[in-house]
């Protein structure tokens, strides 16, 4: 890489850090709402909260790396442009294809950057962020419980609790057991608390009367003490089944035997999405160059193209996002899934490596930008 072109790449990795940083920041705020009563309210350790939060900046980084990348690319052109530095280049003779192939290699570095991320780091993070929540649930349950909440700690169990101290002692407990579709459990109690054991979380419930419906058969006991199981099966921390994203390519696209179709589908489609990504990040930021580079880019008419260069931007987004939907509801479209980036790819480097500037010009107005 020589001199000029590491100067368009320091100028556009600057942004790009800062938006990554700045967006990752939001985005990791936003995701943490959902956990931070745990440690306010709650009492869950802060160390154990910070680590499930972080767990899930590696999937973040790869959502919304495609359209920063676009932001740092027309950004550094437009600044280029607006100090004129790139009618120095072009004056000096160079063509608008050296001009980004800076773009093209920050483009490629990113995507294989995002696909090692997607593959090898995300799934693991995801899945230890999944078993952690698993974990929280069954050995911190008690702060999951709200006070006059209808709480549903696991599925089909529903929990209301009218008092709670800080030591979690409960209160006023009513509890409806509906796991079992044959046997349908109801429980009044006073008072009562978490405990664990080795078998898992249970209630330990005291003075109150316990209300079974089996075979439209209803039964009464009135107790002192009554012990529930809150997860009837202890070890599905372990057992869990993996979500598409915990997984890597090899799980992907060779799931094991028993799979059924549609989870195969699901597989599919994330592993589609994740071999795109890449190609959407080099779509992204020589969208980003091109938006300066075609034209002149006078201020009366540079924010109209900004702004289709930006709606442009979105479509792609929001290609990708819907792309392994369409993979689960239609197999057969895989191949397809891949024609329309190949075609944009294609269609933007045609139009950046036209030296007649006037016919670039007149092939991007057709397609909704206006110089």
């Given amino acids: ?20 940083i700045t967006m990752t920041g939001i985005a990791w705020l936003t995701q943490s709402l959902r956990f931070i009563e745990l440690i306010i309210i709650k009492g869950l350790p802060i160390n154990l909260f910070l680590f499930l939060t972080i767990l899930i900046i590696p999937k973040l980084l790869t959502t919304i790396a495609p359209f920063l990348a676009y932001l740092a690319c027309l950004i550094t052109y437009i600044r280029l442009n607006a100090e004129s530095e790139l009618i120095a280049m072009k004056t000096a003779g160079i063509s608008n294809f050296k001009i980004i192939i800076p773009t093209i290699l ?43 909440v209808f709480s549903s700690p696991v599925s089909n169990l529903t929990v209301f609790i009218k008092d709670k101290d800080k030591i979690g002692n409960f209160e006023g407990i009513l509890i409806h057991d509906a796991r079992d579709k044959n046997k349908i459990i109801s429980v009044v109690a006073e008072s009562g608390k978490i405990q664990q054991t080795d078998s898992g979380a249970k209630f330990t419930l005291l003075n109150g009367n316990r209300q079974e419906t089996s075979n439209n058969n209803i039964s ?44 195969k589908r699901e597989f599919l489609a994330e592993a589609h999405k994740r071999l795109i990504t890449p190609l959407i990040i080099l779509i992204m930021t020589l969208l980003g160059a091109i938006t300066s580079l075609l034209g002149n880019f006078e201020r009366k008419t540079s924010v109209k193209k900004i702004f289709y260069s930006v709606i442009c931007a979105i479509l792609v987004q929001m290609y990708l996002i819907s792309a392994p939907q369409l993979i689960i509801s239609y197999k057969n479209i895989i191949p397809f899934i891949y024609l329309p980036v190949f075609i944009i790819l294609t269609l933007i480097l045609f139009l950046t490596l036209i030296n007649n500037e006037k016919l670039s010009l007149n092939i991007f107005f057709k397609l909704g930008v206006k110089n």
């Fill in 1 to 20: 890489m020589n001199l000029f072109a590491k100067y368009i790449f320091k100028q556009i990795f600057g942004p790009f850090i800062l938006f990554l």
């Fill in 106 to 148: 920050f483009g490629i570095l990113l995507g294989f950057l995002t696909i090692f991320i997607e593959n090898n780091v995300s799934p693991h993070a995801f899945s230890k962020f999944k078993n952690l929540q698993s974990n929280i649930r069954d050995n911190y349950i008690s702060i999951l419980f709200q006070e006059k």
């Fill in 220 to 263: 009464m006991l009135y107790f002192e003490k009554y012990n529930l199981n809150i997860n009837k099966n202890t070890k599905e921390i372990y057992t869990r089944f993996k979500e598409p994203s915990e997984r890597n390519f090899k799980e992907l696209f060779n799931p094991r035997d028993g799979i059924n179709e549609l989870y």
